[in-house]
């Protein structure tokens, strides 16, 4: 039987940038990725919480439809569709499904199953599908997922995402990274010293 991968989607599949350039435009900021350096992004854009969230709703369709790809994503993703089930589990809220599988199909990029959990808490569905490793850019997810899920978790590195991990999350800086630490932890639990 083939092992699920889990992965998320945004600032994971798509570039961890993606939302700034709007961002910026709405709120009359130049931040760069750099800047970013927490998840909240309402104290950097010099707005509420409650803002931020009514803003989102405003952009998130035209943004999501628009995303582009984090570099090598889609050669990596593309290259396990055989060997892996792709299971992707998503904060983003059911609504958007099929503005996200449309996504999917215009950039070329596999699934067999997308999940819109519709909060950052993805435990359930990670054990509902019975995840074998995780991808995720948000800190806490990662921690988390690793935690209670106990499964190893690749965690792609920003500035937003700082901090010290448990033993079974893998800070990577690139998908081509993250598939080398994928099968080395994968040969590591089969006893299999080759790679």
Same mark, same amino acid.
């Given at each position: 039987m083939k092992k699920r991968l889990g992965i998320d989607i945004d600032g994971t599949v798509t570039c961890p940038?993606?939302?700034?350039?709007?961002l910026n435009q709405s709120f009359q900021k130049e931040l760069t990725l750099a800047e970013i350096t927490q998840y909240n992004l309402a104290p950097l854009y010099g707005t509420t919480e =409650? =803002?931020?969230?009514?803003?989102? =709703?405003?952009?998130e369709a035209v943004i999501y439809e628009q995303a582009p790809l984090a570099q090598h994503a889609l050669e990596i993703i593309n290259s396990w569709k055989d060997e892996y089930e792709l299971f992707y589990i998503s904060a983003r809220g059911k609504h958007l499904?099929?503005?996200? +599988?449309?996504?999917?199909?215009?950039?070329?990029? @596999?699934? @067999? @199953?997308? +999940? /819109?959990v519709g909060s950052h808490d993805k435990i359930a569905a990670v054990k509902a599908f019975d995840i074998a490793a995780f991808f995720e850019d948000k800190y806490d997810n990662?921690?988390?997922i690793a935690e209670q899920c106990g499964i190893p978790v690749i965690l792609f590195d920003t500035p937003y995402n700082q901090g010290p991990l448990p033993k079974q999350v893998i800070r990577v800086n690139t998908w081509i990274e993250a598939?080398?630490? /994928?099968?080395?932890w994968f040969h590591a639990v089969q006893g299999d010293i080759s790679l």
């Open positions: 940038s993606t939302f700034i350039p709007y =409650e =803002e931020m969230d009514q803003w989102m =709703e405003q952009y499904y099929d503005i996200t +599988e449309q996504w999917f199909q215009k950039n070329g990029v @596999h699934y @067999h @199953h997308i +999940e /819109l990662a921690c988390d598939k080398q630490q /994928l099968g080395q």
